[in-house]
């Protein structure tokens, strides 16, 4: 397990100034006690690594002191910026989630800035918000946890599933979920299954994946009006959100040219802390479909678990 070490704690009384470093800071649910960062929003606690500063002082030709870059944690052992958003840094009870990496410079309206001359926190700097509280003080240790993603993908086909004909839609889905999350550099696990055209089957899995908190849930089948396509009808009762512009948009791009697509009735949306979307059964349709989806994915990703990403 990856861990970074605390350097120095620093706090400051006015956004936009540099930080002093203290002996020890306190942590709540809305960030560090007395520091003019605190509040309800995404960005409680900030975090810059030694190896950017000592970068910036090879640069610059200067020392920097911890909390020059309005920093509230120095820490060293680590890249901050090759961080993700939903990654978390925890020790002991505390627990610290990642929601931004660098920033907006204001450039020469910044304090920090005129001081400095520059900044290394709008580019390598990150930024969190509290989970669980507690106190830190330098010489602490946290552990870096990546976000592992917890995928599910469905194929509905009574005669794959027979062995009459090989998977290729669902086989395309995983292909291209882990080319996302490759290309992306993050952490995932993709869980498969192919089943009958069956609504009990379905349900049963779209509730198990709920329950343990799976991420995404992709369906290839079923979406069509024949008598054994069903899979839309068995999700949607299963939804909290419904997202209709995805598929919307998926039906009308691609329905222009060919009007048959505009027959699909996939839906997507959220079921409880999962994005769920229902696609085709053809491999050409799942090409077009998770080239759409896959362009607000992590937007979709952040904005569920509370995280603003504009």
């Known amino acids: 397990m990856q861990q970074i070490k605390i350097i120095s704690v620093n706090t400051s009384e006015h956004k936009g100034t540099i930080k002093k470093a203290v002996d020890q800071i306190e942590l709540t649910q809305t960030g560090v006690v007395d520091d003019a ?35 509230n944690l120095t820490t060293s052992g680590m890249d901050l910026w090759t961080a993700h958003p939903l990654d978390r840094f925890t020790t002991g009870v505390i627990e610290l989630e990642v929601t931004q990496i660098g920033k907006e410079c204001h450039g020469s309206s910044c304090a920090i800035f005129k001081e400095v001359g520059n900044c290394v926190m709008p580019k390598e700097g990150i930024f969190c918000r509290v989970l669980s509280p507690g106190m830190l003080k330098a010489g602490m240790e946290l552990d870096y946890h990546p976000k592992m993603y917890r995928v599910l993908v469905i194929t509905l086909s009574d005669r794959a599933s027979a062995g009459a004909y090989d998977d290729r839609s669902g086989i395309r889905i995983k292909e291209l979920v882990k080319d996302f999350f490759d290309s992306n550099g993050l952490h995932h696990f993709i ?95 799942v090409n077009e479909y998770m080239a759409e989806i896959s362009r607000s994915l992590m937007h979709l990703f952040y904005m569920l678990h509370g995280i603003d990403s504009h």
């Open 191 to 285: 869980h498969y299954s192919l089943i009958p055209d069956d609504p009990i089957k379905l349900e049963s899995l779209l509730n198990k994946a709920k329950e343990e908190l799976v991420d995404l849930v992709i369906t290839t089948g079923g979406t069509g009006i024949g008598p054994r396509d069903f899979t839309p009808d068995v999700v949607k009762p299963l939804l909290d959100k419904e997202i209709p512009g995805i598929m919307e948009m998926i039906r009308v791009k691609y329905g222009t040219a060919k009007p048959a697509a505009l027959v699909s009735r996939s839906v997507a949306g959220v079921m409880g802390k999962s994005l769920i979307f229902t696609l085709p059964g053809s491999v050409k349709a």
């Open 37 to 71: 960062h605190a509040g309800h929003w995404n960005r409680q606690v900030s975090l810059l690594g030694t190896e950017s500063i000592l970068k910036f002082e090879t640069e610059a030709g200067r020392k920097v002191a911890p909390g020059e870059f309005a920093e």
